[in-house]
């Protein structure tokens, strides 16, 4: 579990024990997150949900935010290590789609874990995974590391435009497209597939892209 504080036990406070470890902690606040947002998070309402005085949680975290950096760890645990067998983009395609997923079924767990500051190095077995599917495409070491970040970047920024931008209407509703007038031709042409677009079809369309151009740079398919 990373950052696990070991320090001794706050006097007057329940002590480390069986009962409350690190990844308890953990686990806690990661089902909280999960059900409630990072917003309401705080250490009183953790201490709570696991029947323990706030102050006890410093007996294994230094504070909040080393608590919620161990909820992406967690979070990021979820995800599978791409194969080692099978053709480079659907390995890559595979963990990407698992990403997406992971946002559709776990949102806020999802923010949090993509919006920390430094990677956990739960994140390494599937950064691991990516770099030897890139390999295999030819890539360099330089190279790999590029496209890696080209479809972190890409996963990332799109589930987070599909959380945020689209949410679920209320039944019966439809969203509003925008009139446009003779002033932006191909914006009005376009209107559908920007504003109301098909989200399934616009993931794997662009995550085609990033791959076909990959593939083309060492004249891979």
Avoid at 26 to 44: P, Q, V, Y
Avoid at 91 to 97: F, P
Avoid at 154 to 170: A, N, Q, S
Wanted: charged share 25%.
């Amino acid at each position: 579990m990373q950052h696990a504080r070991k320090t001794a036990n706050r006097p007057g406070r329940p002590p480390a024990g069986k009962s409350l470890t690190p990844q308890a902690v953990a686990e806690a606040a990661a089902r909280f997150i999960d059900a409630e947002g990072i917003k309401d998070f705080s250490m009183r309402r953790l201490g709570q949900s696991l029947g323990v005085e706030a102050m006890a949680l410093y007996n294994h975290f230094q504070d909040k935010e080393a608590i919620i950096d161990a909820v992406a760890g967690l979070t990021l645990a979820r995800i599978p290590v791409p194969p080692l067998k099978g053709t480079w983009r659907n390995r890559i395609k595979g963990v990407c789609r698992a990403v997406r997923e992971l946002a559709h079924q776990h949102p806020n767990l999802f923010r949090v874990a993509f919006s920390r500051a430094v990677l956990p190095t739960a994140a390494l077995p599937v950064v691991e995974g990516m770099l030897a599917a890139f390999a295999d495409a030819g890539l360099s070491t330089e190279e790999q590391a590029s496209a890696y970040h080209a479809c972190h970047l890409y996963v990332r920024g799109f589930c987070l435009w599909e959380l945020e931008t689209f949410r679920p209407l209320p039944e019966g509703q439809s969203r509003q497209l925008p009139s446009l007038n003779g002033d932006y031709p191909r914006a009005a042409a376009a209107k559908q597939w920007i504003f109301a677009p098909d989200l399934d079809r616009e993931f794997e369309a662009g995550l085609d892209m990033i791959l076909r151009g990959l593939a083309a740079r060492n004249g891979r398919s």
